[in-house]
């Protein structure tokens, strides 16, 4: 998001950006295993959750989810950075700083 955005925006996209979703699907691995083709085209649909009794859930999304996602998570740290700020927590070399190492981090 390049644009400049506030805390009323970003919660206005959020709540925006759910309509027409549908409920995250729920498989066993053991199903996704034996049906990996299936679920793999699903996935780019709708997300898929595989869960596993020794080992940690995992979920599957489609790619334009995966970016919104990215997108609110980027308005969200511009936001904490405005607001440290603005309540002179952080200079904005800080800020600037602080939000490179996190692409770095993320990349």
Do not use: F
């Amino acid at each position: 998001m390049s644009e400049r955005i506030g805390v009323h925006d970003l919660a206005a996209y959020t709540e925006s950006s759910d309509a027409g979703r549908t409920h995250m699907q729920i498989i066993t691995r053991s199903t996704l295993a034996g049906n990996l083709d299936e679920y793999l085209d699903n996935a780019t649909r709708q997300a898929i959750e595989v869960e596993s009794p020794h080992h940690s859930k995992l979920v599957m999304l489609p790619h334009a989810e995966y970016e919104r996602l990215k997108e609110v998570e980027d308005a969200y740290w511009a936001i904490c950075a405005e607001k440290a700020m603005e309540n002179g927590l952080a200079s904005p070399e800080e800020v600037q700083r602080l939000l490179t190492e996190r692409a770095n981090e993320a990349a």
